[in-house]
């Protein structure tokens, strides 16, 4: 069986590409739809219940593009509606906490797992909730970062300045002990300099594009839904704001160019 | 004559407060009705068609609370969308830059004015443009510190790190001998220290929230729209998120408590 329909994918913005790189990687013959939904970016400083209103606004629009699966690429979305939104809907949806959870539960030695996102993921406990299903041995630090995505965006994060807010940041956690820590939004791999000179080099960096990317492939393949047309798959890009800006950024994140990106209205 | 119905007040968020403080100030028998996008913020980084479909949307909003004047107090939202908002409605329309930059330019000794404001508010050269049909003799200089408004929002104002940004910024400013310093961001006033720290105390600050005011005061006044009962007027609050976060904050810009914030959906 071989289903050529397209894998969905959304974020708040541009970070969601990060997961879109790794699913590239590992799933070279799917074709993948984007949404950033740019206009309303960010989500990590907004309500749940508003979260939930934008993600289900977002999966519509995914659907009218007939996608098979639907990744929601963003911590804040995936920590605040997922379990809400997998209630309503019968298409699979993968968030990206579950992933994560499970890498970092099966990487720790010490039994001590750092976890840093958005002020609204920090809030949910998602993280801590499904680190816990799977061990209650494994202790759970969380921090919230708030400045990290506006200086990413900033294109800041090499800079001196960034160092010295990890620090003040971080350096609570650094006296936790944890051997791993889970990168719990998707802007933040593009700090794990910054990130590891507070922590050191021992603490191992859980991103969670990657077991995303896997898991989706697994749930592909189990559901019969894998596109086996040896073809490389196409990438379509939609944004809610003007595409110019997301552009420069998203190949960043992308790591090659992009043709199109079509602005819409998911409203 | 005496007009008994509110002043709509709009602003992506919590920094359009800083004009509300001013209006009770100047006003204080006009009743206020505000109206924050906590949902959509912020608009700075986002592009001219957006943010004016926003504006739009918020002017409806407040239209349906009756307003008899409304001020646009954010100045994003006042720099892309003031002229295309003002042809489209009847109802007395105020901005934030004309009154600042009007201000500036009677202020400046030296004719070299600098500005500072989000990316948008920066790019669209609103204030620039507003100070040569003033005088051609004036020389601006502007400078985007698209970091300024998430510290601000932090409750960093006052660290360390927002002066060492605040330097990062400004510093190129400083060389360019300006006597007079517009605050383009209805949340820099809260950051003048820092950027006295960069520019010297010679330099004068604008805080457009009080020229607004004034500036309202004398439209209300011209077009027979005052509120001329002795009574002091109330201020009812709506936002587009839950009002949680946007409370505390709210009581800090404004220096008083709020009873009742209500939550719509705008769109």
């Known amino acids: 069986m071989s ?14 590409l990060t997961v879109v790189r790794q699913l590239k990687k ?5 074709d993948i739809v984007y949404f950033g939904d740019t206009a309303r970016l960010p989500y990590g400083s907004k309500s749940r219940d508003t979260v939930l209103r934008f993600s289900i606004q977002n999966i519509l629009f995914l659907l009218k ?3 098979k699966l639907i990744v929601v690429a963003c911590n804040t979305a995936s920590s605040a509606a997922l379990c809400d939104i997998k209630k309503n809907f019968k298409i699979p949806i993968i968030g990206v906490i579950s992933p994560g959870a499970a890498q970092a539960a099966s990487i720790t030695r010490n039994q001590r797992v750092g976890v840093i996102g958005t002020r609204e993921t920090i809030r949910s406990r998602a993280y801590e909730k499904h680190i816990k299903k799977i061990s209650k041995e494994i202790k ?4 919230s970062c708030p ?7 900033e294109g800041w994060a090499g800079k001196t300045i960034t160092y010295d807010i990890a620090s003040v940041y971080l350096e609570p956690l650094a006296k936790k002990n944890i051997d791993t820590l889970i990168l719990g939004c998707t802007h933040y791999p593009l700090l794990k300099a910054p990130v590891a000179s507070v922590l050191g080099r021992k603490v191992k960096l859980v991103d969670s594009a990657e077991a995303v990317a896997r898991h989706t492939g697994r749930i592909l393949s189990d559901a019969g839904l894998s ?3 040896k073809i490389r798959g196409k990438l379509s ?3 809610s704001d003007e595409p110019g800006n997301f ?3 998203a190949e960043m994140f992308l790591g090659h160019k992009l043709k199109r990106i079509e602005k819409v209205d998911n409203v």
């Open 3 to 16: 289903d050529r329909r397209p894998i969905g994918v959304f974020d708040s913005g541009i970070g969601g």
């Open 26 to 30: 590992h799933l070279p013959y799917e």
């Open 65 to 67: 593009k007939n996608v």
């Open 140 to 143: 759970v630090f969380s921090f």
């Open 147 to 153: 400045l990290f995505v506006p200086l990413v965006q």
């Open 227 to 229: 596109n086996n047309k």
């Open 237 to 239: 890009c939609y944004v």
């Open 247 to 249: 552009k420069k950024v």
